[in-house]
């Protein structure tokens, strides 16, 4: 079982940082892609960065050029780097752990997911 928490969420003022940072436990973490998602109230829940294991890295169009995902390997842990925050980046933001197994040779791959609790992240002058 993975265990994933969060921290580092908070009310910035616009255009202000926050950094975000999830541990991980209870697994060999390198094995594990990573993400951030959100969710803001009344919307569905969104991917909002993620890194693989081999360290590729993807980002949102919404969040490109503003938020940095990165990974430590060593320390189980994934940070979330937000600069240039925007009211409409307001939301509950989630840490991800997945991985896709395949039981035998000739099963079809199965996807775990893990979630952490989330952190509030709020945006407002």
């Known amino acids: 079982q993975v265990q994933l928490v969060e921290s580092g969420g908070g009310l910035v003022q616009p255009g202000g940082s926050l950094r975000l940072s999830c541990a991980a436990s209870?697994?060999?973490?390198?094995?594990?892609?990573m993400a951030w998602y959100r969710q803001a109230p009344g919307n569905q829940r969104e991917l909002v960065a993620a890194?693989?294991?081999?360290?590729?890295?993807n980002v949102a169009d919404s969040v490109k050029g503003r938020f940095t995902i990165s990974r430590d390997n060593a320390k189980n842990t994934v940070t979330l780097q937000m600069n240039g925050l925007k009211p409409e980046d307001t939301a509950v933001y989630y840490c991800?752990?997945?991985?896709?197994?395949?039981?035998?040779?000739?099963?079809?791959?199965?996807?775990?997911?893990?979630w952490g609790q989330g952190t509030q992240v709020t945006v407002s002058s």
């Open positions: 991800n752990a997945n991985r896709v197994t395949y039981p035998c040779i000739e099963c079809r791959p199965i996807r775990n997911d893990y």
């Open positions: 209870g697994t060999i973490f390198s094995r594990y892609d």
């Open positions: 890194i693989s294991s081999g360290y590729s890295t």
